[in-house]
């Protein structure tokens, strides 16, 4: 549809269509994966956990019934249910690792040279694991979002120890699209079944290898 309402002149068409193609692939390859994959480390972590599956489950019957659809406004009341998103968004951030970022000057951070010239990637996975900021990091406990020292902390990239989206200027632009669909389609998933995993076996929360964190094949 882009190609064909904005054609530009011939000689144009080959970096033009290029450049589009590339920019559609990257819009697709960041969105698609990522949230299906958070989605069903989400759904996975909740099976292994039945008791804050029941939780969540309860919350929503409270706050919303079976009279209607959950939507949008009625997520704000779903507390519990925010946890178990940033909880996943914790253990299993979807890219591992920030964009590379070049030193455009020589800086001084905490103390150490960084010269001009030097890449950065940083290692969110890392730090969202890291002993020193988390009590029992591997461990789901979306409850450590309710109360205590870290309630305040947020996914937007305002807090460094929990930045699944990256932070800053280059962070990821379709964080605000991504926390809402998965709120609302976790919740109306809860909502309307009843899940189990099958002969309520425990699912293998192997990871595989590379950027983005995808269960292992069996
Ligand atoms: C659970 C869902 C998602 C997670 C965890 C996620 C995470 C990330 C992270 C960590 C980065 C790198 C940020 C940095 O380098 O500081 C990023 C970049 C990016 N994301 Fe996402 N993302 C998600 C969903 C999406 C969606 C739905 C879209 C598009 C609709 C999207 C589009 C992009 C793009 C275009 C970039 C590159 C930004 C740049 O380099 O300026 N992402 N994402």
Redesign the pocket.
């Known amino acids: 549809m882009i190609v064909k309402a904005k054609t530009p002149s011939r000689e144009n068409l080959d970096v033009w269509f290029l450049n589009t193609l590339n920019f559609l692939q990257?819009?697709i390859a960041?969105?698609v994966d990522?949230?299906t994959v958070?989605l069903t480390w989400m759904l996975s972590l909740l099976l292994n956990n039945p008791g804050t599956l029941q939780k969540v489950q309860e919350e929503i019957n409270k706050h919303v019934g079976k009279g209607r659809r959950v939507n949008d406004y009625d997520i704000s009341k779903l507390v519990y249910l925010q946890a178990v998103v940033k909880e996943t968004?914790r253990l299993y951030?979807?890219?591992r690792l920030?964009?590379p970022r070049e030193f455009s000057e020589d800086c001084n951070v905490a103390g150490y040279h960084v010269p001009k010239g030097t890449w950065l990637i940083?290692n969110?996975w890392k730090i969202q694991h890291d002993p020193e900021i988390w009590s029992d990091p591997s461990e789901f406990r979306p409850e450590r979002f309710l109360s205590g020292t870290q309630a305040h902390v947020d996914v937007r990239g305002t807090n460094f120890e929990l930045m699944?989206?990256?932070?800053?200027r280059?962070?990821?632009?379709?964080?605000s699209?991504?926390l809402h669909m998965?709120h609302i389609v976790l919740a109306t998933l809860l909502q309307n079944f009843d899940m189990s995993s099958p002969e309520d076996s425990t699912i293998d929360m192997t990871e595989s290898i590379g950027i983005n964190a995808k269960a292992s094949p069996p």
């Open positions: 990257d819009i960041s969105s990522t949230i958070t968004l951030p979807a890219a920030t964009a940083v969110i699944p989206f990256g932070a800053g280059r962070s990821c632009p379709g964080f699209f991504s998965l």
